[in-house]
């Protein structure tokens, strides 16, 4: 009886063709699970840019001209979108909260938000 057991599995092929195979059977333990994605480092180091002529362009020395959108403007005390500016102080804020505490600030405090923006603005 035994015999005929043995003969019985030799006869079946281990991986049935017909049923789907199991992710830990596809990949063994350790294994990647398929693509990955590359940062722009990885790309660069991959690529040989050294070797390629300098007027060909490449990752490196790409020029777009300027955006033809306008630039964003955020408020210098929440850093969210800024539609309002304040006429005194020339800081933008986000909301009337924001507005009041503009208000509040001491001169020295609005000089300093200022030129944190490159905005060198002389408060009378």
């Given at each position: 009886?035994?015999?005929?057991?043995?003969?019985?599995?030799?006869?079946?092929?281990?991986?049935?063709p017909?049923?789907?195979?199991?992710?830990?059977?596809?990949?063994?333990?350790?294994q990647?699970?398929?693509?990955?994605?590359?940062?722009?480092?990885?790309?660069?180091?991959?690529?040989?840019?050294?070797?390629?002529?300098?007027?060909?362009?490449?990752?490196?020395?790409?020029?777009?001209?300027?955006?033809?959108?306008?630039?964003?403007?955020?408020?210098?005390?929440?850093g969210f979108?800024?539609?309002?500016?304040?006429?005194?102080?020339?800081?933008?804020?986000?909301?009337?909260?924001?507005?009041?505490r503009?208000?509040?600030?001491?001169?020295?405090?609005?000089?300093?938000?200022?030129?944190?923006?490159?905005?060198?603005?002389?408060?009378?």
């Amino acid at each position: 009886m035994e015999a005929d057991v043995v003969r019985s599995e030799m006869v079946l092929p281990p991986v049935m063709p017909f049923k789907r195979v199991q992710m830990g059977d596809k990949y063994q333990k350790g294994q990647s699970r398929g693509r990955y994605w590359k940062h722009l480092k990885q790309l660069l180091q991959a690529e040989n840019f050294i070797s390629l002529p300098l007027d060909e362009p490449n990752y490196l020395n790409i020029e777009s001209p300027p955006s033809m959108y306008p630039s964003k403007k955020y408020c210098d005390i929440t850093g969210f979108e800024a539609p309002y500016v304040d006429p005194r102080t020339k800081l933008r804020y986000a909301d009337p909260e924001v507005f009041k505490r503009v208000r509040n600030l001491p001169n020295d405090h609005v000089q300093r938000y200022l030129a944190l923006r490159n905005a060198a603005v002389i408060i009378r």
